[in-house]
């Protein structure tokens, strides 16, 4: 064999190997939050089960036939594939950059009221360790902030037979925080609504306008990787004094999550040129 034939097989071999860790990795993903069937059939994580099927394909395919499914595209198709590749990767890129970099404070900076963005529960009724995470920040804010209020906010996402709230608020009592400072919003189907619906209960909390609650202190706790679009949200429905505290993720879900929002903040951007949406909350 000669030694350029050695050196195909040996990158051949590496895509169906890499193809076969990528297709690992979303049963992983599953096994760890576990949906219903409808719930793991359209998860997003299948995004890995596809590139790792195409690229032990590709690898099959080029030790069968000697070259690559690339070689023989058209030269006018290979063109835009590489302009779309390059333009979305840049897009991807910047992206991130603002992904990576959330505004946020530090967790003694106090604040009115705290809002928990929920980040998912299984078909069990038990939160991922990533939203275990935000609890546990949660926990730690309240302790040092004795007055501040919490609004837990999660309902019950497609395909799953349980609302998140109940359980965060279950979490946060057992970790020790006083029942009657943690409110349950258990409608919010994405964060718009986490935020549209905490600022209305918050209102009828303390019989106040929503418009008041807007310029309130308050603090979210969410991922780090979903803080930098909840702010983008917050500001643009009329939060003026919102700031974030961040929680970890497990190491093992990283590069899914960053994967995951930036997708999530490019439609978001999408939307809000579209649309103008999400608006003031009124």
């Known amino acids: 064999m000669m030694k350029n034939d050695k050196k195909q097989l040996i990158f051949n071999v590496f895509l169906m190997i890499f193809g076969g860790i990528c297709a690992i990795y979303d049963f992983v993903l599953i096994a760890l939050a576990p949906g219903t069937f409808l719930d793991n059939l359209f998860s997003f994580s299948h995004i890995w089960l596809a590139a790792g099927v195409y690229l032990i394909f590709a690898g099959i395919y080029r030790i069968k036939n000697g070259h690559s499914i690339w070689s ?66 949660t926990k730690e804010y309240m302790q040092l902030h004795p007055e501040t209020v919490c609004v837990v906010t999660g309902g019950t996402l497609h395909w799953l037979p349980y609302a998140e709230a109940p359980e965060i608020k279950r979490q946060l009592v057992a970790a020790g925080v ?85 997708c999530a903040y490019i439609k978001l951007n999408l939307r809000i040129l579209l649309t103008g949406k999400p608006k003031v909350i009124e």
């Open 72 to 137: 023989k595209l058209n030269k006018t198709v290979r063109i835009v594939i590489i302009c779309l590749l390059i333009l979305g990767g840049g897009i991807s890129i910047v992206n991130l950059c603002y992904i990576l970099t959330p505004e946020t404070v530090d967790i003694n900076e106090s604040s009115e009221y705290v809002i928990l963005l929920g980040g998912g529960i299984d078909k069990y009724g038990r939160l991922p360790d990533s939203v275990q995470r935000r609890v546990e920040k």
């Open 178 to 262: 006083n029942e009657n400072r943690v409110l349950v919003e258990d409608q919010a189907l994405d964060t718009i609504q986490n935020f549209q619906l905490s600022c209305k209960m918050l209102s009828d909390f303390k019989n106040v306008t929503q418009k008041e609650i807007l310029k309130s202190k308050i603090v979210v706790i969410t991922s780090h990787f979903h803080m930098r679009r909840a702010l983008r949200l917050a500001h643009r429905m009329g939060f003026s004094n919102i700031k974030g505290v961040c929680s970890s993720i497990p190491a093992i879900k990283v590069p899914h999550a960053y994967i995951r929002e930036i």
